[in-house]
């Protein structure tokens, strides 16, 4: 990345303390474009996507920045600066307008079309008709509907609880969840008034038995009453009793045979939803295959513990007095959800099953890193309890701005093209060169961060001058790009000179 086109990316540290507001009063002061909808675009990494559709002229250069003024936040959001930053840098170097079309994102889900990628995942977003309804309306590809059973539920409360960042936004989250609380009849219901209403939609029915008989006869009923797939959920953390939930994910022969016992019960496709709470997830995702599963469908929640009160001594969320372990989602577990996709993705074994993948997919660009790395579609949940189903907004357009630059066709040319760089061992890296970092003066603000990270943290290969600039020894540096990552101005970059080492 040359230093120009660095300087273009707008990043959401610039707009922190935006509250991503319902009916936005900066739209409705601005009366010239739509502030908020710009604003919620940087925030999701769709920065291109909101240039792209700025005003050819710019309407804020003697404007007295109503939007500020009317901000819930009012003098905390640089509106005005940031718009001016998309008309000044960002725009004149797009290469190409926003695409007319969605054509590239239309895709299929075990050969069944879908008009883009996104479904929500099976949870409380996916609960009722209304919710799944608004979705639709909303521009979502799909729903996998909360899992349906036959159990008597009863939801703990509270039940949920999270962890947050420096910022405090939301990072990871804890539920302790159960499943669907209508009766299978009422789902039933639900499925046929979606479908009739919205018959391009994809419906994913997750399910959860107690024996085989179950499994198949609530694949039977789903797919009479209007689903499209149904997804066995052999992974929920919060359903471990007598046998469910996760503990089947657990036992690749429990997946094979409940697997089985749901593809006797219908026509239409079958994924089995897998468990992270295991080291690898190969041994289940093949038995699902030799059950006649038709796709794979992961990763789940994986299994954890958030806070402990340093005064009654309970983890969160506490229901009087007493917690549980409960499941964990959201950004933080991305990485680990990579790196199972990946698994499934490398596995010749259950080459040709639809991988449809979630864990942590707020913004275009991570939904696009599980495409690369073998996702044929995306879920999502957690990013919608935050911030609602309008973020569909700007992960299909994203996506599709990405796909038109590249020059793919389809979400399918994207599929997979990152796996050959992923190996699990690392005595494959080449470790004879040394990628000095490169430092950008103008943008240092002298806080010394690097310095203290690379002297504690480090090898001691950058100091301040009395100028408070970063001095970098080169004789000391071993590339490792300890300081790229810790600077909050993001003034050091990789690509700086690089050499071999002498052995």
């Not at 640089?78 to 840098?89: D, H, I, Q, S, T």
Request: hydrophobic residues 40%.
């Amino acid at each position: 990345m040359n230093n120009a086109l660095f300087k273009t990316v707008i990043s959401r540290s610039e707009m922190i303390s935006c509250a991503l507001c319902k009916d936005a009063p900066c739209t409705k002061a601005c009366g010239k474009m739509d502030p908020a909808g710009i604003l919620r675009s940087i925030w999701f990494e769709n920065e291109k996507g909101a240039a792209a559709r700025l005003p050819e002229s710019m309407p804020c250069t003697l404007c007295a920045a109503p939007c500020e003024k009317s901000c819930v936040r009012a003098g905390e959001v640089p509106v005005k600066k940031l718009m001016e930053r998309l008309y000044g840098e960002v725009k004149p170097v797009l290469d190409m307008d926003a695409p007319e079309h969605e054509d590239r994102l239309k895709t299929e889900l075990c050969g069944i079309p879908m008009e883009n990628p996104f479904l929500l995942s099976s949870s409380v977003v996916a609960s009722t008709y209304d919710m799944c309804d608004r979705a639709f309306e909303a521009g979502w590809g799909g729903v996998s509907f909360k899992t349906i059973c036959s159990f008597d539920i009863h939801e703990a409360s509270p039940r949920y609880a999270a962890l947050s960042g420096d910022n405090g936004n939301i990072i990871g989250f804890k539920n302790i969840e159960q499943l669907s609380d209508h009766s299978v009849a009422e789902n039933m219901e639900i499925f046929r008034r979606l479908k009739e209403k919205h018959p391009t939609k994809f419906i994913l029915a997750s399910i959860m038995g107690q024996n085989e008989e179950e499994w198949e006869e609530l694949a039977r009923l789903c797919g009479e009453n209007g689903a499209d797939a149904v997804e066995l959920n052999f992974s929920c953390p919060n359903m471990m009793e007598d046998g469910l939930g996760s503990d089947i994910g657990q036992v690749p022969e429990l997946v094979e045979r409940f697997t089985r016992a749901a593809k006797r019960g219908t026509k239409i496709p079958v994924l089995a939803k897998l468990t992270p709470n295991v080291a690898v997830m190969s041994p289940a995702a093949e038995a699902a295959k030799r059950g006649g599963a038709d796709g794979i469908a992961a990763i789940n929640t994986i299994k954890s513990l958030i806070g402990v009160n340093p005064h009654t001594y309970v983890t969160a969320p506490a229901v009087h007095g007493r917690s549980a372990v409960g499941g964990y989602s959201g950004k933080a577990v991305k990485p680990i959800a990579l790196r199972f996709i990946a698994e499934m993705g490398q596995n010749p074994a259950i080459k040709g099953l639809h991988i449809s993948a979630m864990g942590g997919i707020e913004s275009w660009m991570d939904a696009l890193e599980f495409i690369l790395l073998g996702a044929n579609s995306l879920q999502v949940t957690t990013a919608v309890m935050q911030y609602g189903y309008r973020i569909i907004d700007d992960l299909k357009a994203g996506l599709n701005y990405y796909l038109a630059e590249k020059g793919f066709k389809s979400v399918q040319d994207a599929v997979g093209l990152a796996l050959d760089s992923v190996s699990d061992s690392t005595d494959v890296i080449e470790r004879d060169t040394v990628i000095f970092p490169k430092f950008l003066r103008e943008m240092c603000i002298g806080c010394g961060r690097c310095e203290i990270s690379c002297a504690d943290g480090g090898h001691q290969a950058i100091r301040l001058n009395e100028e408070r600039q970063p001095l970098f020894d080169g004789k000391k540096c071993v590339g490792c790009h300890l300081c790229v990552l810790v600077c909050p101005q993001k003034a050091i970059i990789s690509g700086g000179k690089r050499f071999t080492k002498v052995h």
